[in-house]
């Protein structure tokens, strides 16, 4: 069964505080994706790993880092949150990238108070 | 760089009557297109995608053409459906880039 596993589904976190979202596959895919959901926004990216040790940053990294040392797993790191990250954010994965399907986590609702 | 405009954030509909959703995008290179449909407080999930063969891709009552000269790929549907109520991403992706996202069409089919 092809699925992508995000927790927590639901956090709150005090400004300043850090915050670790997790992101597991297990479809073997090679690529994994963070991205955030904000009204009129639509979905935007934030870090991308091409595979184990192997990240880029997206559009809007800052405030952001990833960790990726096991293929199927793909965790998003806020040192000291800030209210402005306050979002629902998306794991996905794909088996490359370019015209690969993107497969979406039930995504996190974060909220920094 | 490249991008994906999505001009409508709400479109409003009443059962039975057609679907267009507008998608346009800029591209250095020949990119691949798609569209993702998000139901309420599921995932995102594939709807469909261009094809290198310049086919029409078809899901669920939904086609979508690559119009090449003028940088578009529209959703349409022949009759809207309660169902199909959902937000609604264009993206775009080429080369070895990640996909980059519209900002999303509201969908609201009402009786």
């Known amino acids: 069964d092809m699925k992508v596993t995000q927790m927590p589904r639901y956090l709150i976190k005090r400004m300043g505080e850090n915050v670790l979202l997790e992101c597991g596959q297990d479809?073997?895919?090679?690529?994994m994706y963070w991205y955030r959901q904000d009204p009129g926004l639509g979905l935007q990216l934030i870090y991308i790993?091409?595979?184990?040790?192997?990240?880029s940053e997206g559009d809007i990294p800052k405030g952001y880092r990833v960790s990726r040392k096991k293929r199927e797993h793909f965790s998003l790191i806020l040192d000291s949150a800030k209210t402005n990250q306050t979002s629902v954010y998306f794991c996905?994965?794909?088996?490359?990238?370019?015209?690969?399907?993107?497969?979406f986590g039930a995504g996190t609702r974060l909220s920094v108070l | 760089g490249d991008s994906v405009t999505q001009t409508e954030g709400l479109v409003t509909l009443t059962e039975g009557l057609p679907v267009m959703l507008n998608c346009t995008y800029q591209?250095?290179?020949?990119?691949?297109l798609f569209w993702y449909v998000q139901h309420l407080n599921e995932a995102p999930k594939l709807l469909l995608k261009?094809?290198?063969?310049?086919k029409r891709p078809e899901h669920q009552g939904f086609h979508a053409t690559l119009h090449k000269s003028s940088s578009s790929f529209h959703l349409q549907k022949s009759s809207a459906q309660l169902s199909d109520s959902a937000l609604y991403y264009c993206?775009?992706?080429?080369?070895?880039?990640?996909?980059?996202f519209g900002a999303g069409t509201k969908l609201s089919v009402k009786p």
């Open positions: 993206a775009l992706s080429d080369g070895n880039n990640a996909p980059r």
């Open positions: 261009s094809f290198t063969d310049n």
């Open positions: 790993s091409y595979d184990v040790d192997s990240n």
């Open positions: 996905a994965s794909s088996f490359q990238t370019s015209q690969n399907t993107l497969y």
């Open positions: 479809m073997s895919h090679e690529t």
């Open positions: 591209s250095t290179y020949s990119p691949f």
